[in-house]
């Protein structure tokens, strides 16, 4: 891989360029090399490999940020990228309050402390069964999207797959008809019996997602039931490779980098 020609850090006036240095290599790997290169950007910068994972995910929300407020995703670029992910996070669940915040932030009117509590204030205050279908759907596709290995873009299923139980896709920018992911939610249910009843048919259903080219990331909102599938991987080990299962607890939730089996 190689190098910058300047070693980076993760203050204000360098993350961006860090970020889009990974970004840029990320896009040129296949999902094996990704660990390789997070870890050689960590030795040759110095920093800890979660944390430019984190300048990542705050680099790609300014992306998206910036296609309806560009001054303002500009602006942000040059502050800290710990101010970026509040921003991010409020985002999720306040779009407007978030954008006010940032402007805000920019202002000198907030901190990052400030915005850190305020925004676990705007917060909806109720459970992830309670919360809009909208709120889900954005939530889940914040969450997975974050704990992708790499740089991916969503878009839209093609016609034969829109009344598969998976709504939610994402697609390599490096390779884009060969390294595609399918996401199927399950829940949020309020008991066990309402997961366990749909357990087979979704993973049948992933099992058809990978036959024709797709990995699979079963989303499942509520309580953890880290056995619910464990079934299916037993049984049909060769079947369920490619297929994960993350769990999504918490309208805060963050989950570690997804990895395939």
């Excluded at 995703?73 to 970026?84: N, T």
């Excluded at 309050?97 to 202002?107: K, M, P, Q, T, V």
Aim: aromatic share 8%.
């Amino acid at each position: 891989m190689p190098t910058s020609r300047k070693k980076l850090s993760v203050s204000a006036d360098e993350w961006a360029e860090l970020a889009s240095i990974a970004r840029e290599l990320l896009s040129k790997s296949r999902h094996g090399q990704y660990q390789a290169i997070f870890d050689q950007l960590s030795v040759e910068h110095g920093i800890n490999e979660q944390v430019i994972r984190r300048a990542v995910a705050a680099h790609r929300f300014l992306d998206k940020l910036g296609l309806h407020h560009a001054e303002l995703a500009k602006e942000l670029r040059k502050a800290p990228f710990v101010a970026v992910e509040q921003i991010d996070r409020w985002f999720v669940h306040d779009p407007e309050g978030a954008i006010a915040a940032a402007r805000a932030y920019l202002r000198g009117d907030e901190s990052v402390r400030s915005l850190v509590n305020k925004e676990v204030e705007a917060r909806p205050q109720m459970s992830l069964v309670e919360l809009s279908i909208n709120h889900i759907r954005k939530l889940v596709a914040k969450v997975i999207g974050d704990a992708l290995p790499g740089d991916y873009r969503r878009f839209d299923p093609p016609d034969h797959l829109k009344t598969s139980s998976a709504k939610l896709y994402f697609r390599s920018y490096k390779f884009p008809d060969n390294d595609q992911i399918a996401v199927i939610r399950l829940g949020p249910n309020e008991h066990m019996a309402a997961y366990a009843r749909h357990t087979g048919k979704l993973m049948l259903e992933a099992i058809g997602l990978r036959t024709i080219g797709f990995k699979v990331i079963i989303a499942i909102l509520g309580d953890c039931y880290p056995d619910l599938f464990d079934e299916f991987y037993l049984r049909y080990p060769s079947a369920s490779s490619g297929i994960t299962i993350c769990h999504i607890t918490s309208v805060e939730a963050v989950i570690p980098t997804i990895q395939f089996r």
